[in-house]
């Protein structure tokens, strides 16, 4: 069973999908690190020299083959669900936990980091809400679960993750 994170740029995509997959004993594939192996440079350097429509583009190529994987842990970029193609493939092709943080709370976590080329403006958190507001229906349309992560540690996000797919049926029990 292949397992897609879906949330806003910080809400524990990669942190919280290398844990479930060691928990889960499945591989881990972050899709930006394949995108960025596929392209030979760096998401950011991409999306200046080519723009976000051309590196959307990448993505939902990319997307598209990961997707295919019935064995993994898959962490999507934050803005995956743009394209109605994703949004269908990750939805049909596997389970999908929408980790859901306020954008204050993400503003919170990133506003030291350089390396997310959409939170680079003069007003992050007014470009955080902006997000959210457009990406969080296509999240919930995209998702089989939804998580807050507000205060929970990633091992206690994992056992709730787990504890969603053992009742759907969509893992086997953990023992």
Same mark, same amino acid.
């Given at each position: 069973?292949?397992? *897609?994170?879906?949330?806003? /740029? ?7 999908? %290398? =844990? ?6 499945? /591989?881990?594939?972050? *899709?930006? +690190? ?22 959307? #583009? ?5 997307? #598209?083959?990961?997707?295919?994987? /019935?064995?993994?842990?898959? *962490? ?7 394209r109605?193609?994703?949004r269908?493939?990750? +939805?049909?092709?596997? =389970?999908? @936990?929408?980790l ?7 503003? %919170?976590?990133l506003? +030291? ?6 939170? =680079?403006?003069? #007003? /992050?958190?007014?470009r955080?809400? $902006?997000?959210?507001? @457009?990406?969080?229906?296509?999240? %919930?349309?995209?998702?089989h679960?939804?998580? $807050?992560?507000?205060?929970?540690? @990633? ?8 504890? =969603? ?5 969509a ?5």
């Amino acid at each position: 069973m292949s397992i *897609s994170l879906v949330g806003l /740029p910080g809400s524990g995509k990669t942190t919280v999908g %290398r =844990q479930l997959a060691r928990r889960l004993r499945l /591989p881990f594939v972050d *899709s930006d +690190h394949a995108i960025e192996t596929r392209i030979g440079c760096s998401i950011r350097e991409f999306f200046d020299r080519e723009g976000e429509a051309r590196f959307r #583009d990448m993505e939902e190529v990319v997307l #598209d083959t990961l997707s295919l994987d /019935p064995h993994c842990v898959l *962490s999507t970029g934050g803005g995956a669900v743009l394209r109605p193609n994703n949004r269908a493939n990750l +939805h049909s092709r596997g =389970q999908v @936990v929408y980790l859901k943080s306020t954008p204050e709370e993400l503003f %919170r976590r990133l506003r +030291h980091d350089v390396s997310r080329p959409l939170l =680079q403006v003069a #007003d /992050p958190l007014s470009r955080m809400r $902006e997000l959210f507001a @457009v990406r969080d229906p296509l999240y %919930r349309e995209t998702a089989h679960f939804v998580l $807050e992560t507000g205060r929970p540690s @990633v091992a206690t996000l994992v056992n709730m993750i787990v504890m =969603q797919l053992e009742l759907a049926g969509a893992v086997p029990a953990q023992n």
